[in-house]
């Protein structure tokens, strides 16, 4: 099961790195045509806060996600104090990462942003909650995360 959600976690990595789906032809993808214009163009506030979004996004991901494949060494290493601070440091990043996301999908006004969005805060919100170890779905939600973005983000 844990490695499930390290291998989780390395695919949300790539989707956020290449903008890309599962698709896998490296070009990000638009959703079907939405049923109204409005739902189709993302307002002005939405385009402001997609930028700082992605910005937020890429620049707590990656050292997350670095510091996560440290943590998984020691600990398979069993050296219980480096992993008792590798679990501390990265607990410290995800909440950097939640306290710079929050306000922000605050500000989304696209519910089919806002709620992707949403899930991965609580996701981030559960991995500091927890022992550590287990990211849960949290590999799932960035990569969601990174779709939302990706299809109702101005580029």
């Given at each position: 099961m844990a490695g499930s959600g390290r291998v989780g976690v390395i695919i949300a990595g790539l989707v956020l790195l290449t903008g890309c789906d599962s698709g896998g032809d490296g070009k990000a993808t638009t959703a079907a045509a939405p049923a109204?214009?409005?739902a189709a163009s993302p307002s002005a506030v939405d385009a402001a806060v997609c930028v700082e979004l992605k910005?937020?996004?890429l620049r707590e991901w990656?050292?997350?996600?670095?510091?996560w494949q440290k943590l998984v060494e020691?600990?398979?290493r069993q050296d219980a104090a480096a992993t008792a601070s590798g679990i501390k440091a990265q607990k410290?990043?995800?909440?950097?990462?939640?306290?710079?996301?929050?306000?922000?999908i605050g500000?989304?006004?696209?519910?089919?942003?806002?709620?992707?969005?949403?899930?991965?805060?609580?996701?981030?919100?559960?991995y500091i909650a927890g022992d550590g170890y287990s990211t849960g779905n949290l590999g799932t939600f960035a990569s969601t995360a990174m779709t939302a973005m990706s299809t109702r983000c101005p580029t």
């Open positions: 109204s214009s409005a910005t937020v996004h990656l050292p997350f996600h670095e510091a020691v600990s398979e410290a990043m995800a909440t950097e990462w939640a306290a710079a996301l929050e306000p922000l500000q989304v006004q696209q519910p089919e942003l806002r709620q992707p969005m949403a899930d991965l805060l609580a996701s981030v919100k559960q």
